[in-house]
């Protein structure tokens, strides 16, 4: 795998291609500069060695033109605070400015291109646009692992203009590193516990798990989908009818493979869905309307407490139940922790997917278990086992 740590930058002029995509207020204040903190070690190792660098990324989801509240130069000030130093400012990502401010740009010098959004041949994954771009470099590095599952112009297709000179940073070759501890070296018994609102969205990536994990544990919304198909009484519980008998061929695919699949057995239940409604813990099987599963109950956690402290590798993919509630959040919560505890034991843990992400954050265990992937939607699309076209185009 090819990083910035195999190549020097002296007197080179590096593009890198970086996911400044973060909110924005109508002051223009930066809610969460995580995804900007996360690109500085790739930009100062650059810098360090004695390249100039020229940021692009998209921001927000313009039109196909510039709009005002989606200029990345509201981040320019952040930015430059981060890396120590002033950074120029291109308005528009091809042109005649990209290029002026590119062509005499210095060593240890940082330029900020306009948001590459603001054409539509961006997404298009356009030629002629790419070629623009790799126009203004002469090292084309990835550092934008959010945007890697789209084959866009700046993500995939200029990488072509590269084919000696292309690499990832460092956000992209930590998550391909750690991604792979789980899904091609994961140390045995390999857990996934798997949560969040709906099986539908979860269905290729237990399929692809089942050929890897020996335990593979459901909570969230979509466990009742399985108890339904188990032949429990759900309630009121979430439940998505068209998955019944998908749910029921999971159940034995997992047979026939071995895999060890674990259903929870108890819920905490609520009349309502709201932290205000009535609530009580019972039989995840046995629930009469109104009544409703929102979180797993404490049998539960104790049954896959014990499967994770037997586990080395385990990867956590959503919530196990509505943690959002704090009536609701025991059993995501536990989980956390438990992952911690595994994590201090010697496993391998991994989070990764926009609510369990949060929830770690939440508890404030984001140092205490071994990675948390940045990556959303191309996390998820990874651990499906697809090929990312971002991923793709710097190892071809
Ligand atoms: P996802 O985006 O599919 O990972 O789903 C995350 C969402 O699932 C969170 O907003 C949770 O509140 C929700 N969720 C988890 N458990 C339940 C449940 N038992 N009933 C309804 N929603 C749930």
């Known amino acids: 795998m090819q990083t910035i740590d195999n190549f020097t930058f002296k007197n080179k002029k590096v593009?890198?291609?970086?996911?400044?995509?973060?909110?924005?207020?109508?002051?223009?204040?930066?809610?969460?500069?995580?995804?900007?903190?996360?690109t500085i070690p790739t930009i100062t190792r650059i810098l360090n060695d004695g390249g100039a660098v020229i940021l692009m990324s998209h921001l927000g989801r313009p039109k196909g033109g510039p709009e005002e509240k989606f200029s990345l130069k509201h981040i320019l000030p952040y930015l430059s605070l981060k890396l120590g130093r002033p950074v120029k400012f291109a308005d528009d990502c091809i042109g005649l400015s990209a290029k002026?401010?590119?062509?005499?740009?210095?060593?240890?010098?940082?330029?900020?291109?306009e948001n590459l959004r603001f054409y539509k041949e961006e997404e298009k994954?356009?030629?002629?646009?790419?070629?623009?771009?790799?126009?203004?470099?002469?090292?084309?590095?990835?550092?934008a692992f959010g945007t890697a599952h789209r084959a866009h112009a700046s993500t995939a297709i200029v990488a072509d203009f590269f084919p000696d000179t292309k690499m990832f940073g460092y956000v992209m070759a930590n998550e391909i590193i750690n991604l792979d501890k789980c899904l091609k070296e994961a140390k045995r018994p390999f857990t996934a516990i798997l949560g969040g609102a709906k099986v539908s969205t979860k269905i290729e990536i237990i399929n692809h798990l089942m050929d890897k994990v020996d335990n593979l544990i459901i909570g969230g919304g979509m466990m009742f989908?399985?108890?339904?198909?188990?032949?429990?009484?759900?309630?009121?519980?979430?439940?998505?009818e068209d998955f019944v008998e998908l749910a029921k061929d999971i159940v034995a695919k997992a047979k026939s493979k071995g895999v060890n699949l674990y259903i929870p057995p108890d819920a905490v239940?609520?009349?309502?869905?709201?932290?205000?409604?009535?609530?009580?813990?019972?039989?995840?099987?046995e629930i009469q309307v109104p009544w409703m599963g929102l979180d797993i109950g404490p049998a539960s956690c104790q049954k896959f407490n014990l499967v994770i402290e037997q586990s080395k590798t385990i990867l956590w993919n959503g919530p196990m139940g509505v943690f959002e509630m704090n009536n609701y959040e025991a059993g995501t919560r536990f989980i956390?922790?438990?992952?911690?505890?595994?994590?201090?034991?010697?496993?391998?843990?991994?989070?990764?997917?926009?609510?369990?992400?949060?929830?770690?954050?939440?508890?404030?265990?984001?140092?205490?278990?071994?990675?948390v992937s940045t990556g959303g939607g191309a996390m998820l699309e990874y651990i499906e086992g697809k090929q990312l076209p971002g991923i793709s185009a710097i190892l071809d």
């Open 15 to 38: 593009l890198i291609r970086v996911d400044f995509n973060v909110p924005i207020d109508a002051q223009n204040n930066i809610g969460d500069t995580n995804r900007i903190d996360a």
């Open 100 to 113: 002026d401010l590119a062509g005499s740009l210095q060593s240890g010098e940082v330029l900020l291109l």
């Open 125 to 143: 994954g356009d030629r002629e646009f790419a070629q623009k771009l790799a126009a203004l470099g002469d090292m084309y590095v990835n550092d």
């Open 225 to 240: 989908t399985f108890i339904k198909a188990l032949g429990g009484e759900i309630g009121a519980s979430m439940i998505e």
């Open 269 to 285: 239940l609520a009349d309502a869905f709201s932290n205000d409604a009535n609530k009580r813990t019972s039989s995840a099987y």
């Open 336 to 371: 956390a922790l438990a992952l911690a505890r595994a994590t201090e034991n010697g496993a391998f843990t991994l989070v990764g997917g926009g609510d369990s992400v949060a929830a770690i954050h939440k508890y404030n265990l984001a140092e205490k278990v071994s990675y």
